[in-house]
């Protein structure tokens, strides 16, 4: 009758031993760090000013989404919220000629459930606004 106990009582404390020395054997460790250099200063991404990107005018764009469920379980693939933003961002700024990007692009996220016994259906869309800019000097770069 001991035996089991004191099995049970070793395998304990060998559990939180491990547990207590993962950190030094490096057992506890997450991730890694890497570091990436770019030997080409010129690559990074800077902010154009006022005068370098041209304002075409209003435009907005937008993504939707549906699921079924049967019970409990999903039918179809449902895109994630940033799958959809940027599904609606790109056609936004697909909509104006000659656009680049957007400036101060905001969203709606408008969700419908319609909770049945059996099936049940779910439906998200998003809706994004903002105003179409054009870079000045794009034309000067491809030549």
Known sequence: MKQPIL????FAIFLTSLNSCG???G????????????????A??????RDEYEVL?????????SQF?????????HKTAEELYDNAYYEAVEKLPNSDGLLLPRQKVKKLVIPLLIVNYYRRAVEVTGLGISVKGKQQQKK
Request: hydrophobic letters at 35%; aromatic letters at 6%.
């Open 7 to 10: 099995k049970a009582l070793a």
């Open 23 to 25: 950190i030094g054997f």
């Open 27 to 42: 057992l506890g460790r997450k991730s890694q760090n890497t570091q990436i250099s770019i030997s080409n200063p010129t």
């Open 44 to 49: 990074e991404i800077e902010p154009l000013k």
């Open 57 to 65: 005018g209003s435009t907005s764009g937008t993504a939707s989404s």
């Open 69 to 77: 469920y049967l019970l409990f379980i999903p039918i179809g693939k």
